[in-house]
């Protein structure tokens, strides 16, 4: 993982990107701010 590609920080919290959660293929059910998938788990 690549700190400012894969991830940032923001008020001491990690943030995944957009980018990775993509490359990761799946969606975790967590509510990530950048989760490129839908209710049904696929892409947008």
Do not use: A, Q, S
């Given at each position: 993982?690549?700190?400012?590609?894969d991830?940032?920080?923001?008020?001491?919290?990690?943030?995944?990107?957009?980018?990775f959660?993509?490359?990761?293929?799946?969606?975790c059910?967590?509510?990530?701010?950048?989760?490129?998938?839908?209710?049904?788990?696929?892409?947008?």
């Amino acid at each position: 993982m690549v700190e400012g590609v894969d991830y940032y920080f923001d008020g001491g919290l990690m943030v995944l990107t957009e980018r990775f959660l993509v490359n990761r293929g799946y969606c975790c059910g967590n509510g990530c701010r950048h989760c490129p998938y839908g209710d049904g788990g696929d892409l947008k």
